[in-house]
């Protein structure tokens, strides 16, 4: 009997370890799509293309190895599974923001607080659902998040017709509440920097806009760097602080800094300080380029 035990939990620990890889490589993948300058088609492409590669993997590797009990069972289309698709949702749900996206900063706050009335109602249409998976509660997860099981409820709205063999009745409507609260904080984030843009622009002394048109995540980069080498206040000052300062030179919103360093740190296919790398490489060519043997600077100066 221990045996069993020992080996159902062996593959309960299998399930769980190749999903959490798979899904921090797929994140990966997003963040590498959000760094990447291009046009929002591209990075909307990629993150959909990687999510529906990952589902497939996913969907054989629950084919080949079947869930132990019906708590694991819950437990992936409760908690895993609609991570995966929720990357998805927001990447094509952003998507659609910023292609509509008005050219007129004024008309451009006013869209951002439609989209918002537009989330806040479809959290209100599923009031009920939401209300479940805010709470965290449990009482309806054998009926919401095993497979074959059909609810006869009226607040369960109608989904779209999805694989019987890899759904549940509400994986499908967890995915797009965790998608549409993240939406909803982007959304927040660029209505509040919108508007501190539209009150007042930075500009130099010879009152020349500066605002940052690199990745903002190489911002982001730079200011964690600046902050762990302690070169403000010697070192007595918020890593917040900085970010509202850097925000305020540049006219970027850095207010996701926490989000995007999360990023930064699952980086595989590159330096994980890609950007501080290539400044590194910059100021030393930079160097190298000044203090390179010009004949006719050296002769000019050998004639004096």
């Not at 989904?159 to 890899?166: G, I, K, Q, S, T």
């Not at 490489?281 to 010009?294: L, P, S």
Request: aromatic share 14%.
């Amino acid at each position: 009997m221990n045996g069993l035990r020992q080996d159902l939990l062996n593959l309960n620990f299998m399930l769980r370890k190749f999903s959490e890889d798979l899904l921090r490589e797929v994140e990966g993948q997003a963040a590498l799509a959000e760094e990447k300058k291009g046009d929002a088609l591209k990075r909307m492409t990629a993150v959909a293309g990687a999510v529906r590669a990952a589902l497939k993997e996913l969907r054989k590797y629950v084919e080949t190895h079947p869930f132990t009990d019906e708590g694991e069972e819950i437990w992936f289309f409760r908690e895993m599974k609609p991570r995966f698709y929720a990357l998805k949702v927001y990447a094509i749900e952003r998507y659609t923001i910023e292609i509509n996206l008005p050219a007129d900063l004024q008309e451009r706050v006013k869209y951002y607080k439609e989209q918002l009335q537009y989330i806040s109602r479809f959290f209100t249409q599923h009031a009920f659902t939401y209300q479940y998976y805010k709470l965290g509660a449990r009482e309806l997860d054998r009926l919401y998040f095993i497979r074959g099981v059909e609810v006869q409820h009226i607040l369960l709205p109608e989904v779209p017709e999805l694989d019987p063999a890899f759904s549940t009745s509400c994986d499908y409507l967890f995915s797009k509440f965790m998608a549409y609260e993240q939406l909803q904080s982007y959304l927040l984030e660029q209505l509040s920097f919108g508007q501190s843009e539209a009150a007042a622009p930075p500009v130099s002394k010879k009152g020349r806009q500066t605002k940052w048109t690199g990745d903002t995540c190489n911002l982001i980069e730079m200011v964690y760097g600046i902050y762990e080498t302690k070169q403000v206040n010697n070192g007595d000052v918020d890593l917040s602080d900085l970010m509202d300062v850097f925000e305020q030179c540049f006219g970027v919103n850095l207010s996701r800094y926490f989000r995007r360093f999360t990023e930064i740190k699952r980086r595989k296919a590159m330096s994980k300080t890609r950007f501080l790398d290539e400044m590194r490489e910059a100021v030393n060519k930079r160097i190298d380029d000044g203090d390179a043997y010009r004949p006719d600077l050296n002769k000019r100066f050998s004639s004096y």
